[in-house]
């Protein structure tokens, strides 16, 4: 850790005893120190080794998964009662997010081999011995952990397919199934952050993400525009658009929801331009990898920022009510 980051965490010990108690970690018997330090990589991690800036820290902390980061720090410890929550929450949506991947059925033999292969690098086995290389110490909390559990299944997936095709032809371009470039096959416990593709699956999911924002209603992108652009509360939104706070909230969702499901299609039919030319269509595993780098990481997408530069389109029957 820098000399930095020990200086900021030594001036918020009432800050980290906080969100230790907010994440539960007491409840699986993980000590504050551990929680700590796991905190502290989180925010070095996003926000490097300069000079930290309090309401920045604070600001990236407030959006942590705190609940999901004590759970898998439980589990990296070798917590049998983490262990087994993990693995009742968990095994049945990795075997049907493998499944979605390989497009197959959730009970097929391939789907399973997939999602279970996840569970020795998750306790850090090797050879029949457990060692300090749990799969969980990259999870640092800036996303649920299914998604990111979604992300590391898919590049897994990626890299048997390179591995597998490597054999072939080391100087193949990419293929009709807009498969990258084959690359040598990496530790599938290293960072999600070494993969090359990382910038190219970013721009797609930004055109398809602003493709996506073009097409929607006037009034749904009045929504969004208004909770991501002005930061404005639900009341305040619902008082513009004559709706009750509750129904602003129900329609963020479905919105959110909406997008999510478009953005998908856009990225699989290979709907999507990039520098003036349209992009192959991508894989289940590649479109995971798209929402895990956009929604993590310093390279993730804005929305604030992409509210922020559209132009205002708000139809004469969505003008405040006076």
Request: aromatic letters at 8%.
């Amino acid at each position: 850790m820098s000399p930095e980051s020990q200086v900021f965490f030594s001036q918020s010990t009432a800050l980290v005893a906080r969100l230790y108690r907010e994440s539960g970690a007491e409840r699986w018997g993980v000590s504050p120190a551990v929680f700590r330090l796991a905190v502290e990589r989180s925010v070095q991690k996003s926000l490097g080794s300069g000079t930290l800036v309090g309401a920045e820290v604070q600001e990236y902390l407030s959006r942590l998964h705190l609940q999901d980061l004590a759970l898998a720090c439980a589990c990296s410890e070798g917590i049998a009662a983490a262990w087994e929550e993990f693995i009742a929450a968990y095994r049945g949506y990795l075997r049907t997010s493998a499944a979605a991947i390989l497009r197959c059925r959730a009970d097929a033999a391939e789907a399973l081999e997939l999602a279970d292969s996840l569970f020795t690098d998750l306790y850090g086995l090797s050879d029949g011995q457990r060692h300090e290389r749990s799969l969980f110490r990259y999870f640092h909390g800036r996303s649920s952990l299914k998604t990111w559990l979604r992300a590391v299944l898919a590049q897994r997936r990626v890299d048997q397919v390179r591995a597998a095709k490597r054999f072939e032809s080391l100087e193949s371009p990419d293929g009709p199934d807009g498969e990258p470039r084959l690359r040598e096959p990496r530790d599938s416990a290293a960072p999600l952050a070494l993969d090359p593709d990382r910038e190219r699956y970013l721009s797609l999911f930004k055109a398809a993400l602003e493709a996506a924002l073009k097409a929607l209603p006037p009034r749904d992108a009045e929504r969004l525009r208004f909770y991501y652009a002005h930061e404005q509360t639900l009341a305040e939104i619902g008082r513009r658009l004559g709706e009750h706070e509750s129904s602003v909230s129900r329609n963020l969702e479905r919105v959110r929801k909406e997008l999510r499901v478009r953005v998908e299609e856009l990225l699989r039919s290979g709907n999507v331009r990039l520098d003036g030319q349209t992009q192959n269509g991508l894989s289940e595993a590649q479109i995971a990898l798209c929402f895990e780098y956009a929604t993590t990481g310093e390279a993730s997408v804005d929305l604030d920022t992409l509210f922020a530069h559209e132009p205002r389109r708000q139809a004469q029957s969505e003008k405040p009510k006076p």
